[in-house]
């Protein structure tokens, strides 16, 4: 019992340290004269941020970019929930590839082979269409707002999906039937109907992919920059970046909107989550929703979402393979794949940096995960099993951090690190990756704690067992399931992980998502496509091997 009660409390320790002190020091940092130093207190800072003249076109640039991007993925999310749940189209478990697979695909990758493909200068079907078609110019340049909309609403598009479509399938469907015996068509029914009912779950959505579309880095730095287009987070890395003495002061100054945004919204998002459960019901335990039979359209649009699915999937695979091999970007022909060869293969693979970052991301990925799965294990234990007030306040510490912007608590955490000796070292990454991605650990496990009846550990303590050898013996064989999908999602965000990485790495503790963000910085598209298809080969082989071992061992317990 001694132990049970001390677990509570801890953890609300370890978790506020974890989500509350990096935003305390930020703020503390952006009242500083200097950094290193927490001496002159001083308004200077707010005031030289929040009056540069440049600072409202960066504003209305990451308003149009956030807005655009939810509607983006907010709409093709819709499409494809509806095809999902409520049509006859085949080969559903497309929809499901669609949901998981991006998610492994890291993002700076997914937007460097959109500037291999479509970057004015020498983009490979900027090219051909200008070839073909004898253009001037090229027809596309995804160096531009309207390209960074484009590209971060597909890479958000699975997480507006992952929401929508439990939404769309628990739908009461006697609604809809209603609307048809009084002679409306599927359309009407569909304006009328289904997505008012449904608009607690698409806000909610759209909402969600605003917060990860201001903490986006990926997109603003690899098609923004390049464009002079600017949004909050490369306008914070300028800041730190450029110069010959960063001014961390201003930066955190900036960082506050940011932040308050996103813990605005974020909180706005779990209200209309909760909201959502009062306009969409299951009528009854033999509930099926009604296929619409979409007739002569079923191929057609069965074609549409293959195409979406070849886009998202294996288009940046493809791209960064053919790169990688080339000696420069060049369209698809004899003389192309007469000039391929390994050499940028073997630069990658004899560069001490790039086989630092891949050894460092690999620690990383492999040992932070497993440290973070573990406290995750205990985070959910608490929240669910234990209802007491002090779990309520420990949910809602552990939620917070889902709403940080990645390179403004990146910022916090270096206020904290500063005068210590784990300020540029792994360590420092480590504790930021827990701090940023224990929600992605915590929320499959709280699900499967959920299921696991009291009643099974009841009957262990009878036994005589305490409360740690009733988890390790009783709960967590139960919760395999939970674990293999919180170490995977943990382990493959920590290994693409680039947002905090450009802030909190120094040299020797580069990682393979900022040498990628230098290889494309410089140009080097060749050595940054063979190392991003090894990044992808890691990320897939730790999704597989744990998921075969957690198999493994399910088997092993069941008999």
């Known amino acids: ?57 960066i504003l209305v640039n990451t308003l149009i970019f956030t807005l655009g991007s939810a509607t983006v993925a907010t709409i093709l999310a819709l499409f494809l929930a509806y095809m999902n749940t409520r049509t006859n189209i085949p080969f559903k478990f497309l929809f499901k590839v669609i949901s998981i697979i991006p998610m492994m695909i890291p993002h700076i990758l997914f937007c460097v082979s ?139 100054a900036i960082g506050m909107s940011a932040l308050a945004a996103s813990v605005v919204l974020i909180y706005l998002y779990r209200y209309l989550t909760k909201e959502s459960s009062r306009y969409v019901t299951i009528s009854g335990r033999g509930f099926k929703p009604t296929l619409i039979d979409l007739k002569q359209y079923k191929y057609p649009l069965f074609t549409v979402v293959g195409i979406l699915s070849f886009i998202l999937i294996i288009l940046p695979v493809i791209v960064l393979l053919y790169t990688s091999f080339l000696p420069y970007s060049m369209v698809p022909s004899m003389k192309a794949f007469s000039m391929m060869s390994f050499k940028h293969w073997h630069s990658v693979l004899i560069d001490p940096i790039s086989l630092l970052s891949l050894k460092n991301s690999l620690i990383l990925g492999i040992g932070g995960a497993s440290i973070g799965i573990v406290l995750s294990i205990l985070v959910a234990y608490v929240i669910v099993k234990v209802k007491t007030r002090s779990a309520g306040v420990l949910e809602s510490l552990s939620f917070l951090s889902f709403s940080f912007p990645g390179i403004v608590i990146g910022l916090g955490f270096m206020w904290v690190f500063v005068q210590t000796p784990l300020y540029g070292t792994l360590w420092a990454l480590l504790i930021g ?127």
């Open 114 to 252: 959109w500037v291999l493909l479509l970057n004015p200068s020498n983009g490979i079907l900027n090219t051909f269409f200008v070839d073909f078609f004898g253009l001037d110019d090229a027809p596309f340049n995804i160096y531009s707002l309207h390209g960074m909309i484009l590209v971060e609403g597909l890479l958000d598009l699975p997480i507006a999906y992952l929401i929508i479509a439990p939404a769309m399938n628990s739908f009461d469907v006697s609604l809809e039937e209603s609307s048809k015996v009084c002679g409306a068509s599927n359309l009407q029914t569909l304006l009328r109907i289904t997505l008012p009912v449904l608009r607690p779950a698409i806000l909610a959505s759209a909402i969600l992919v605003i917060v990860r579309s201001l903490a986006s880095f990926a997109v603003p730095s690899v098609l923004g920059i390049p464009g002079r287009i600017y949004v909050l987070p490369t306008h914070i890395y300028r800041i730190i970046s450029s110069g010959f003495e960063p001014d961390y002061g201003q930066a955190s």
């Open 433 to 559: 990756y827990i701090a940023t991605y224990l929600p992605y650990g915590i929320r499959p496990l709280s699900s499967a704690f959920i299921q696991i009846h009291d009643s099974l550990e009841e009957s262990s303590r009878v036994s005589g067992a305490g409360a740690f050898t009733t988890m390790r013996r009783i709960v967590i064989p139960l919760l395999i399931p939970g674990v293999v999908s919180g170490w995977i999602l943990m382990a493959t965000m920590f290994v693409r992980e680039l947002t905090l990485s450009v802030v909190l790495s120094r040299p020797g503790s580069e990682v393979l998502a900022v040498q990628i963000l230098r290889f494309s910085e410089d140009g080097m598209w060749g050595q940054l496509s063979a190392l991003g298809i090894i990044m992808i080969a890691i990320s897939s082989s730790l999704v597989i091997g744990v998921t075969l071992l957690g198999n493994k061992f399910s088997r092993i317990h069941a008999n």
């Open 1 to 57: 019992m001694a132990q049970k009660s001390l677990l509570t409390p801890s953890l609300i320790f370890i978790v506020g340290f974890l989500t509350i002190c990096p935003v305390l020091m930020l703020v503390l940092g952006s009242f500083m004269n200097g950094f290193g130093t927490f001496e002159g207190f001083t308004l200077s800072k707010y005031v030289t941020a929040y009056t540069d003249p440049g600072l409202q076109d």
